[in-house]
């Protein structure tokens, strides 16, 4: 025989695990931009501390290597640490102008170093690359395989680092066709955050070659990333991150703090469409 007490007790058990059930799975996407991509840190940090934790990331180029950093497990200041020995020499080093002017070893000794597994399987979340093919013209993710490939592949940004082979096909940066790659995650995730460093801002004062070309180049971006902002829940724009190059990564600090502070005006509208749903 249950008694009325005993059975409010089951019925409070019974809502509870329904609820668990029925958590939201949330996902997050991560636009490349370079150094200022360093502002994902920031927004990272920013929902950790509000008890925002995404389920499954995606991204490109430099998106695509702090989610790989994010979903390997790295806290924020094993990655602040990481960002403290980044230096844009390091990255580029001035070689042969074949399809490229340098290759990206020092970032795949990196990625290497820091998840050792070297695989998406290793990683504590599911996690999307994207990248773009040179040989059949469209976009392509990789979520299984060996992971340091994926990311230089997705961070080649054309001119400046040399393609990339895997499997016999050419891949350069993941930005040049699918900046925001929300299509990744959109079908497996109730609620996504697309984030973008790359807002079409308007600029002056863009006169030398490689101003321009990197003005074209973030020109791009924000133009394929504009029809992606729609499919997304929540959109967190780092405007300011515009101010720095694609190479400034001395303002990895300044970038952070960036990310963090535009994310905090969000966290309101974040965890109100990421809640827990209490209908049975």
Same mark, same amino acid.
């Given at each position: 025989?249950?008694?009325?007490?005993?059975?409010?007790?089951?019925?409070?058990?019974?809502?509870?695990?329904?609820?668990?059930?029925?958590?939201?799975?949330?996902?997050?996407?991560?636009?490349?931009?370079?150094?200022?991509?360093?502002?994902?840190?920031?927004?990272?940090?920013?929902?950790?501390?509000?008890? =925002?934790?995404?389920?499954?990331?995606?991204?490109?180029?430099?998106?695509?290597?702090?989610?790989?950093?994010?979903?390997?497990?790295?806290?924020?200041?094993?990655?602040?640490?990481?960002?403290?020995?980044?230096?844009?020499?390091?990255?580029?080093?001035?070689?042969?102008?074949? *399809?490229?002017?340098?290759?990206?070893?020092?970032?795949?000794?990196?990625?290497?170093?820091?998840?050792?597994?070297?695989?998406?399987? /290793?990683?504590?979340?599911?996690?999307?690359?994207?990248?773009?093919?040179?040989?059949? *013209?469209?976009?392509?993710?990789?979520?299984?395989?060996?992971?340091?490939?994926?990311?230089?592949? /997705?961070?080649?940004?054309?001119?400046?680092?040399?393609?990339?082979?895997?499997?016999?096909? /050419?891949?350069?940066?993941?930005?040049?066709?699918?900046?925001?790659?929300?299509?990744?995650?959109?079908?497996?995730?109730?609620?996504?955050? *697309?984030?973008?460093?790359?807002?079409?801002?308007?600029?002056?004062?863009?006169?030398?070659?490689?101003?321009?070309?990197?003005?074209?180049?973030?020109?791009?971006?924000?133009?394929?990333?504009?029809?992606?902002?729609?499919?997304?829940?929540?959109?967190?724009?780092?405007?300011?991150?515009?101010?720095?190059?694609?190479?400034?990564?001395?303002?990895?600090?300044?970038?952070?703090?960036?990310?963090?502070?535009?994310?905090?005006?969000?966290?309101?509208? =974040?965890?109100?469409?990421?809640?827990?749903?209490?209908?049975?």
């Amino acid at each position: 025989m249950i008694t009325h007490q005993q059975d409010s007790w089951f019925q409070n058990i019974t809502t509870v695990f329904r609820q668990r059930k029925k958590k939201k799975k949330l996902g997050i996407v991560l636009s490349g931009g370079g150094a200022r991509g360093l502002a994902h840190v920031g927004v990272l940090r920013a929902l950790e501390e509000h008890g =925002i934790f995404p389920d499954v990331v995606a991204g490109s180029s430099m998106g695509a290597i702090i989610g790989a950093l994010y979903a390997s497990g790295k806290n924020f200041e094993e990655m602040m640490d990481l960002i403290g020995q980044v230096r844009s020499y390091k990255i580029i080093r001035v070689g042969l102008p074949l *399809g490229g002017i340098t290759d990206l070893t020092y970032l795949k000794n990196m990625v290497k170093q820091n998840i050792p597994q070297d695989t998406f399987e /290793s990683l504590e979340k599911p996690l999307y690359v994207c990248v773009s093919n040179l040989n059949t *013209g469209n976009y392509e993710f990789f979520n299984g395989g060996k992971l340091s490939s994926a990311i230089i592949a /997705s961070a080649a940004i054309p001119l400046i680092f040399k393609p990339v082979k895997i499997n016999d096909q /050419s891949y350069i940066d993941g930005g040049v066709l699918n900046n925001l790659p929300v299509e990744a995650i959109r079908d497996i995730c109730d609620v996504v955050i *697309g984030v973008s460093v790359n807002p079409n801002t308007a600029a002056s004062n863009v006169s030398s070659m490689w101003g321009i070309g990197e003005r074209v180049f973030d020109m791009h971006m924000a133009e394929n990333v504009k029809s992606r902002l729609g499919q997304c829940d929540v959109v967190i724009e780092v405007p300011n991150a515009l101010q720095y190059g694609l190479f400034d990564f001395k303002m990895g600090n300044l970038l952070v703090d960036f990310g963090y502070n535009d994310t905090l005006g969000k966290i309101p509208e =974040i965890i109100e469409k990421a809640k827990i749903s209490t209908s049975v």
